[in-house]
């Protein structure tokens, strides 16, 4: 028993196994840092659950069967001497089992049923099916017996702490295959009928993600080997809209950050956008739909819950100025209006609620607002004015004075073009020192610079910075160029730590960012450097949250979307320069 495959090879202890459209997973990961012995399917409805465990079985003495696991886009398998399982996702909300030469034991993650949390076992007579429900994510799980037969069940109906699930099995010969199905659905739906071989599956999902590839990616080639698994990172992290996801969105992973936070989304619409404009617009404008009444947005939507109780950085007008020119089908000018009046009320925001009275610019409240939740940027306070901040309000302000003018609106533009100036001037006037930015504590007054690759990101300004300026943050900014990329502390800091969040490792977006700030600038050489460093720390060690910064290891969670199409961005400029 074979089935083709195609696409990258990956490991699904780095990268879960899923299906654009799914709000569940295949993976070992089952919490944050937590990996289980077997493989789970892992739903992220109402949060991040494991709800079953799959596990092959040895024939002969009915324990766990050694397996090696093998993935590509479009198949999962456990393999071992005696048989195989295979695994291929038919629907978003549907996978297809079959094996041969090794029975599989489907059982409930959770061990213990209350009546507040749990999963519940029984079998289904209308159905012809067993049906696992769950509290966490209010969902059911319906396993429908397609070929082979069940040969154990244990815990139906069972109460309290017990086993519950099922054993699956040839119906004599060991070696002749078994089939199941799994569904995750809400109350009921009529019974399961195949209308596809599970070949035909697996294919029909090969070239879903071959179509996907192809449209994100064309450019890519041998000098950018990890193109296509950024593709899958990126088309197996998006969900279908439900609960309070309002469009199509690619959540930050499928391992524990399965959410969508009000920065990253921006990263993930720009490397859509050539390919997947639709899909790109919907990323970028998904938190928007979820701005409250004084402009702000939340600090990061899920099904489930919207949090607004930090905010992230204004890089959405650097974000929507990329956008607009990366994008092959152009937004509708009610599209357009609708977006600027978003934008306009983000900004608005920061000018009003976070500008303390007499202040020129506006302040953080505390790290998270900026994203570099902990970096030595905030050590001395946490209420502070920083030049990244405005930096990003002087950009923003100028992509709606452009935006103003493009729906014909002549005197809001020129509001906005004066406001960016005067954001600009009060920067330099208030926080530069004619050797480095400082940051301001808001209720003491007090100013200090640190260490922090923060206090560069002015350098977003670009073509906005007088030239001593630029030069000067371009020459600290190469001091904290490690051989794998940019680290967020300087590594001879004393508060650098390896796996200190923003006090060290290599981040995606700070990468992006700089390199993009520094290009416009006239830096041409350090930005060369900075993608190729990156790219090649990609391409060797995955697209990990972020990286240790002296030996480009991955750290926290190994699947992150913005991390993957930071990379695409970067791979697909270097191709379109000609590199090789």
């Known amino acids: 028993m074979t089935a083709a495959r195609s696409g990258p090879a990956f490991s699904v202890h780095d990268i879960p196994f899923s299906m654009y459209g799914s709000w569940f997973d295949i993976s070992p990961v089952v919490a944050e840092k937590t990996y289980a012995e077997d493989l789970h399917l892992v739903s992220h409805q109402n949060g991040m659950h494991a709800v079953l465990r799959l596990t092959p079985l040895d024939t002969a003495t009915g324990d766990r069967a050694e397996t090696r696991v093998e993935a590509t886009p479009a198949l999962l398998s456990w393999i071992s001497p005696a048989g195989r399982v295979d695994l291929a996702y038919e629907s978003p909300d549907t996978v297809r089992l079959r094996g041969a030469g090794l ?15 749990g999963t519940y076992f029984f079998h289904d007579a209308a159905a012809h099916a067993y049906v696992f429900t769950s509290y966490e994510t209010g969902r059911r799980y319906r396993v429908t017996v397609l070929s082979g037969t069940v040969a154990d069940t244990f815990g139906s109906q069972a109460l309290g702490g017990a086993d519950r699930g099922l054993t699956l099995a040839a119906d004599t010969d060991a070696r002749a295959p078994w089939e199941i199905a799994i569904e995750e659905l809400d109350t009921a739906r009529p019974p399961y009928t195949p209308t596809e071989t599970f070949d035909k599956i697996v294919e029909a999902a090969q070239n879903s993600f071959a179509d996907f590839v192809d449209t994100v990616a064309p450019w890519r080639s041998s000098a950018t080997p990890a193109a296509e698994l950024a593709a899958y990172v990126v088309w197996s992290a998006t969900v279908r809209p439900t609960g309070l996801v309002t469009r199509p969105a690619v959540l930050m992973s499928k391992h524990w950050m399965d959410k969508v936070w009000s920065w990253d989304h921006c990263f993930n619409a720009l490397a859509l956008a050539p390919g997947h404009p639709e899909l790109a617009w919907d990323q970028f404008s998904l938190p928007f739909d979820h701005q409250d009444e ?19 950085p204004p890089i959405h007008g650097w974000a929507l100025g990329h956008l607009r020119r990366r994008l092959t089908t152009s937004p509708s000018r009610a599209e357009l209006t609708e977006t600027y ?5 983000w900004t608005d925001f920061w000018i009003t609620a976070r500008r303390a009275p007499g202040s020129a610019l506006p302040h953080y409240q505390h790290g998270n607002d900026s994203g570099w939740d902990n970096a030595t940027t905030f050590d001395p306070e946490r209420v502070v004015v920083t030049a990244d901040l405005a930096a990003f309000l002087t950009l923003q302000l100028h992509e709606l004075a452009d935006l103003a003018t493009h729906l014909d609106r002549p005197d809001e533009a020129r509001q906005w073009t004066r406001a960016a100036e005067a954001t600009r001037t009060a920067m330099l006037d208030h926080l530069w020192t004619g050797d480095r930015f400082v940051a301001r504590g808001v209720d003491s007054g007090d100013t200090w610079h640190t260490s922090s690759l923060l206090d560069l990101m002015p350098i977003v300004l670009g073509e906005h910075l007088p030239d001593d300026v630029k030069g000067v943050l371009a020459d600290r900014i190469e001091a904290h160029l490690t051989p794998h990329g940019l680290a967020t502390e300087l590594p001879t800091s004393p508060h650098y730590l390896s796996d200190g969040y923003w006090r060290g490792p290599i981040w995606a977006p700070a990468t992006v960012l700089i390199e993009d700030g520094l290009r416009r600038a006239g830096h041409l ?10 790219r090649a720390l990609c391409e060797t060690h995955g697209f990990a949250e972020n990286f240790d910064a002296l030996n480009g290891t991955g750290l926290r969670d190994r699947a992150y979307t913005w991390t993957a199409s930071s990379y695409l961005l970067l791979a697909e400029a270097h191709a379109h320069r000609g590199g090789h």
């Open 103 to 117: 029975p599989l034991r489907v059982c409930a993650a959770a061990p213990t049923l209350t009546p507040f949390s």
């Open 294 to 312: 004084t402009g702000a947005l939340p600090d990061s939507v899920t099904h489930s819950e919207v949090l607004h109780n930090f905010v992230k």
């Open 341 to 345: 009046d978003r934008l306009c009320r």
């Open 525 to 534: 050489r350090l930005a060369d450097d900075i993608s190729a460093r990156f």
